[in-house]
């Protein structure tokens, strides 16, 4: 059986925060981002705390911990330093991801099945926090698996490769990756795990995604942080939510 919920959507804001830095001032401010996707309809917020902080910083997590009323997704590597941050301000959820300083953006997805037995002991503490730890992978079975077996509520499925070929024109090539994120949401759910998806989604591509079942929830950033350039962060939300909300009709 399916999950008929509503899909929810995350709204990443690291990229406010990427223009502030660029600054090195105190705006545009990522709370008030925040804020505005809050009363816009985002369902959630994620915010990734980089070792190198060349977005988020720790006060923006204070900040964000303090000031929403929507739950935080706290999206990080699985470090020492971020667990204990993680323990100490107890998000909604923690989304671990790999984190390379040379790439621009999380390029590909945690390698849960060749770190499972460290990565079993990492997230036992958060679990027992009460927090919903999420495995940021690809769709490959063996990883699905084993963020089943090391105690992971969620699994949040990479659509960067299926984002890149759809920007590309390659249709054929981005509907098999789509066929095989299916595979994987209808592999997840079965054992268990609620189905997240995200990374590269846009108004063009993300009606595929969305229309997933297994999917509960997409997490967007980069493309909406864009758009709001255009037409302000609230009715970029809001067009985002009718897209998501066409898909699942
Ligand atoms: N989900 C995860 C785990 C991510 O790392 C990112 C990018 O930070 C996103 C979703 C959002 O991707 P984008 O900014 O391309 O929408």
């Given at each position: 059986m399916v999950d008929s919920a509503r899909l929810r959507l995350g709204v990443n804001i690291d990229h406010v925060a990427t223009v502030r830095n660029a600054r090195g001032s105190?705006?545009?401010?990522p709370l008030r981002a925040a804020l505005l996707a809050e009363a816009a309809g985002a369902d959630g917020i994620t915010a990734h705390l980089r070792e190198d902080r060349r977005h988020i910083r720790d006060a923006d997590i204070d900040a964000l911990m303090a000031g929403l009323t929507i739950p935080l997704n706290f999206e990080c590597a699985a470090t020492a330093e971020m667990q204990a941050i993680a323990l100490r301000i107890r998000p909604h959820a923690v989304c671990l991801v790999p984190e390379k300083r040379?790439?621009?953006?999380?390029?590909g997805g945690l390698d849960v099945a060749g770190d499972e037995a460290r990565l079993a002991e990492y997230v036992a503490p958060l679990v027992a926090a009460g927090i919903r730890v999420s495995m940021f992978i690809g769709h490959q079975p063996d990883q699905i698996k084993a963020s089943a077996r090391i105690g992971a509520a969620v699994v949040e499925l990479h659509t960067g490769h299926y984002s890149e070929l759809h920007a590309e024109g390659k249709l054929v090539e981005a509907a098999a990756e789509l066929v095989a994120l299916r595979a994987g949401a209808t592999l997840a759910h079965g054992l268990g795990l609620e189905v997240h998806a995200g990374h590269g989604l846009t108004y063009e591509n993300v009606g595929p995604i969305a229309a997933?079942?297994?999917?509960r929830e997409l997490n967007i950033g980069h493309f909406l942080i864009g758009e709001a350039l255009y037409m302000g962060l609230g009715p970029a939300i809001e067009e985002m939510r009718v897209r998501m909300d066409a898909a699942r009709l």
């Open positions: 105190q705006w545009p401010d040379e790439e621009r953006t999380t390029e997933l079942p297994q999917v």
